[in-house]
Nanobody, 128 residues
């Protein structure tokens, strides 16, 4: 059974850090594209970051560049999102998703329909 499970969310003060994990089971992340998305209340789901397990190419939304870092641990079949210098506007449910595309991060990685599998999400709240 194919499954993605996010963890690591929580409540953090502005300026703080969190590390999200996305653990895959039922398939291997090797050679695939993995994206992180977020959805705040009343807003559309938006792409945050993306990584290719093929060539480790990455991309980030402008709003998180320099603050978030995406990485993979293929041995653990897990993708991470290190989030530093968090802001209240980062508050959202964060989702990981997998695109069974083999190659570099595609130009359309922000499009939801690109992805084949989604996790259930983990809540991140940035507040003092």
């Amino acid at each position: 059974q194919v499954q993605l499970v996010e963890s690591g969310g929580g409540l953090v003060q502005p300026g703080g850090s969190l590390r999200l994990s996305c653990a895959a089971s039922g398939f291997t992340l090797d050679y695939y594209i993995i994206g992180w998305f977020r959805q705040a209340p009343g807003k559309e789901r938006e792409g945050v970051s993306c990584i290719s397990s093929n060539d480790n190419s990455v991309d980030y939304a402008d709003s998180v560049k320099g603050r978030f870092t995406i990485s993979t641990d293929n041995a653990k079949n897990t993708v991470f999102l290190q989030m530093d210098s968090l802001k209240p506007e980062d508050t959202a449910v964060y989702y990981c998703a997998v695109d069974r595309h083999r190659g570099s991060v595609p130009h359309n990685w922000r499009r939801l329909m690109v992805y084949d599998y989604w996790g259930q999400g983990t809540q991140v709240t940035v507040s003092s």
